[in-house]
Every structure is written in structure tokens, then in C-alpha cells.
């Protein structure tokens, strides 16, 4: 999987919205963009996914470049409950590898009142 | 969104002795299921890919004697910790792929403590 970058840490104050960064300029043209969020002592949860376009879902948007080599996750209103480590990672989406993810350390992202 | 689950949350279990973890998805059937191991403030670490009706294949570095996994039907996959160390504690978390939209759900992991 390519090898992605992320700040390691963001504020956000509550109600604002969160922009969390992340660069992927060696993705290969069938690799997604997964972002996933892991809350103290629970596995990660799923946010959103996205192959070119632009996506959008009840948590969050996914803006992808055009040249696919950076994205950005928005919540659009953070709250206290959003405060975790988000993890962006590169992965293609058939084949063997299908599902197999490798996750770097992420962006804690701390939302504060 | 498809569910993932393990069994159990939280286990001790003695040094010695082996533990079984249970992964299931609960509303999809996942021929092809993840496991991975996390330790304090550490990203996780895929452990190996386990595939329904044939043996697991195991990342580099991971004993296969050690972490046993099988993949009995589409929807378990259990992993066993056997003759369990201090080292061996961990958080312990499972994923399954499905074919919706190219998504992979985690489980809530599992939590081993070795005495």
C-alpha cells in the first residue's frame, strides 16, 4: 500500500469545522482513499472512502485532489465526541490485497469546548 | 453499516494457557477477515489475513504457531493466542471486507491480559 502522511496532531474548537490533511503522492491509479477514526480502547470506525470524486456521508466529506496525491476529511461541525486519532490510508480496492490496510500514526485530533 | 464483532471484550487469561478470540459479521458474509494487534499509543499491526475455508496468511514476523486462526465459515473467524505470554497481552482487533461499495469494517477488539 502507498505510504501516506498526516500532521500528528490538530485542534478544532466545538461547532467549527474540522479539515484534517493528508498527503498520499505515491497512490497508484486503483488505490482508494480510506479515512478511519479510532476512539480510546475501541477499534477504528469507519468514516468514508473515496476513489476520485469528491464524497460526502452523515459524518463527514472527503475533498480528493485532482492529481489524487493529497485529501482532505471534513466534519463540518466538530464536537467533543469527534476528539480521536484519524487514520487516512491508501489502499486498493480489488485483488488479494482487497481490505488489507496499513495504518501509519494518524492525526489526533482534539475538539475542545 | 455492515457490523463486525468480537468475543470476548476483555480476557485474563495465565501465562501458559491459550485463548480464543472470536470475529464475526453479523450482516454480511466476509470470505476474507484481518487481524491485527495494537499495543499502548501504537498504530496497529496487521497480523495476518484469514480466508474462509483455507489456511491464514501471516504478515512477516508473526508466528503462526503461536497466533492459530481459522476461518470456519463466512461469517467466524477466531484467532488463538496459544501458550500465552506477558508479551502477548495486547488489544487484538479484527476486520472483514465486503463487497458493498468497497468497504472494510473493524470489530471493537479485544482486550488480552496475560498474567
Known amino acids: 500500500d502507498a505510504k501516506t502522511t498526516q500532521p500528528p496532531s490538530m485542534d478544532c474548537a466545538e461547532g467549527r469545522a474540522a479539515n484534517l490533511p493528508c498527503n498520499h503522492s505515491?497512490?497508484?491509479?486503483?488505490?482508494?482513499v480510506y479515512w478511519y477514526r479510532q476512539i480510546h480502547s475501541q477499534g477504528p470506525q469507519y468514516i468514508i472512502h473515496?476513489?476520485?470524486n469528491n464524497e460526502t456521508n452523515e459524518m463527514a466529506s472527503l475533498i480528493i485532489t485532482e492529481d489524487r496525491k493529497s485529501s482532505t476529511l471534513i466534519l463540518p461541525h466538530a464536537t467533543l465526541r469527534d476528539t480521536a486519532v484519524y487514520y487516512c490510508?491508501?489502499?486498493?480496492?480489488?485483488?488479494?490485497?482487497?481490505?488489507?490496510?496499513?495504518f501509519g500514526q494518524g492525526t489526533i485530533l482534539t475538539v475542545h469546548p | 453499516g455492515a457490523v463486525v464483532s468480537q468475543h470476548p471484550s476483555r480476557v485474563i487469561c495465565k501465562s501458559g494457557t491459550s485463548v480464543k478470540i472470536e470475529c464475526r459479521s453479523l450482516?454480511?458474509?466476509?470470505?476474507?477477515m484481518f487481524w491485527y494487534r495494537q499495543f499502548p499509543k501504537k498504530s496497529l499491526m496487521l497480523m495476518a489475513t484469514?480466508?474462509?475455508?483455507?489456511?491464514?496468511?501471516?504478515e512477516q514476523g508473526v508466528e503462526k504457531d503461536k497466533f492459530l486462526i481459522n476461518h470456519a465459515s463466512l461469517t467466524l473467524s477466531t484467532l488463538t493466542v496459544t501458550s500465552a505470554h506477558p508479551e502477548d497481552s495486547s488489544f487484538y482487533i479484527c476486520?472483514?471486507?465486503?463487497?458493498?461499495?468497497?468497504?472494510?469494517?473493524f470489530g471493537e477488539g479485544s482486550w488480552l491480559t496475560v498474567v
Open positions: 476486520s472483514a471486507r465486503t463487497n458493498m461499495a468497497n468497504t472494510i469494517y
Open positions: 505515491t497512490i497508484s491509479g486503483n488505490e482508494y
Open positions: 450482516d454480511f458474509q466476509a470470505t476474507t
Open positions: 473515496g476513489l476520485k
Open positions: 484469514s480466508n474462509e475455508g483455507s489456511k491464514a496468511t501471516y
Open positions: 490510508i491508501v489502499s486498493g480496492a480489488g485483488g488479494t490485497s482487497y481490505g488489507k490496510l496499513t
